[in-house]
């Protein structure tokens, strides 16, 4: 019976990290509202994901903003740059798919290479507050490591570049993922990116081992 009521275990953990999934979440979103913030919350998001929804560690909401504190002004000149880059990538996209689709022939040839060569500068995006999230970075060194990783892992780059297109692209036609769809997203991602990370990083790697052991 008292393990019925250990708040570790068992059910009670279960709502503990579904708690955190959601509040997360939403808490992200908040954060993203301003637009400029979207770096050092995204950064935040990924390593209270990692902390306390992969490792079950506690206090998710107060790791969250010491990470947001901590990496707002390196997260925000990142934003900067990137947002305006992204947005302009994407918006090339749909107006090359409007013509590929509809002129055909030379058009879609052009659209499809377009999509293809999307894959680059979306895999900076992906990695680069992962990467601000798990390490201290200035804004030049992070724009360089994560075009590095992108380079050096592409296969995983170009899964989570389609698992973070596709996660975006169910929130945008449905409100309510966006309930827990950020946080279920950057798991997932963490899977890939967290295997990459130790490799080049001793601390993570035996962080990791700590983990495992306990």
């Known amino acids: 019976m008292g393990e019925f009521f250990n708040p570790e275990k068992g ?34 998001l990924y390593h ?10 506690s206090g998710a909401f107060g790791v969250y ?13 990142a934003g900067i740059i990137a947002i305006p880059a992204a947005a302009l990538l994407f918006g090339g996209h ?19 290479a377009y999509y293809f060569a999307l894959v680059l500068p979306a895999g900076m995006l992906c990695w680069l507050f992962p990467l601000l999230g798990r390490f201290d970075c200035r804004v030049k060194e992070l ?23 596709q996660t975006a692209l169910f929130c945008i036609e449905q409100w309510w993922p966006v309930l827990f769809m950020p946080a ?5 991602i963490s899977l890939f990116f967290e295997r990459i990370f130790q490799r080049y990083s001793p601390e993570l790697a035996c962080e990791e081992g700590e983990e495992q052991e306990e």
Request: hydrophobic content about 55%; proline content about 3%; aromatic content about 16%.
């Open 65 to 77: 903003f010491r990470s947001f504190r901590s990496n707002f002004e390196t997260g925000l000149w």
């Open 11 to 44: 059910i009670w953990a279960w709502l503990s990290t579904l708690v955190d999934v959601c509040g997360l979440s939403i808490l992200w979103v908040f954060l993203c509202l301003p637009v400029f913030t979207i770096g050092p919350a995204t950064a935040a």
């Open 48 to 57: 209270t994901v990692v902390k306390c929804v992969r490792r079950r560690e």
């Open 184 to 188: 279920v997203a950057v798991l997932l």
């Open 94 to 112: 749909f107006v090359v798919r409007w013509y590929g689709t509809r002129l055909g022939g030379a058009a879609y040839v052009l659209y499809v």
């Open 143 to 165: 724009f360089r490591t994560a075009f590095q990783l992108t380079l050096a892992h592409l296969p995983s780059t170009v899964v989570v570049v389609l698992l973070t297109g």
